[in-house]
């Protein structure tokens, strides 16, 4: 089982990103899925989860209406679209995935800086 991110960078305040998260080893349509932050000196938090369908979506507050979550299962492939991007959304972003046990991946960073 391995989850697999990318897409992360250098982003100016206000920009964009596009998250993906690449699912192999495990039937990805059948499990619900997240995505998690860490800034440095924190908790890893939660920001988005999806259900295995992709029809039910939720959000931490800190980032509803900024950010989208989606998957593509024909695909195994899971995306996190940030707009609005802050400073204060500087962090590693991991997805994660429960299975038979608890996955997640090597993270991509995400740095919002002028």
């Known amino acids: 089982v391995q989850l697999v991110e990318s897409g992360g960078g250098l982003v100016q305040p206000g920009g964009s990103l596009r998250l993906s998260c690449a699912a192999s080893g495990f039937i990805f349509s059948r499990f619900p899925m997240r995505w998690y932050r860490q800034a440095p000196g924190k908790e890893r938090e939660l920001v988005a989860t999806?259900?295995?369908?992709?029809?039910?979506?939720g959000y931490a507050d800190f980032v509803k209406g900024r950010f989208t979550i989606s998957r593509t299962n024909a695909e195994n492939t899971m995306y996190l679209q940030m707009n609005s991007l802050k400073p204060e959304d500087t962090a590693v972003y991991y997805c994660n995935v429960i299975t038979y046990e608890t996955i997640w991946g090597q993270g991509t960073q995400v740095t919002v800086s002028s």
């Open positions: 999806i259900d295995a369908s992709g029809g039910v979506t």
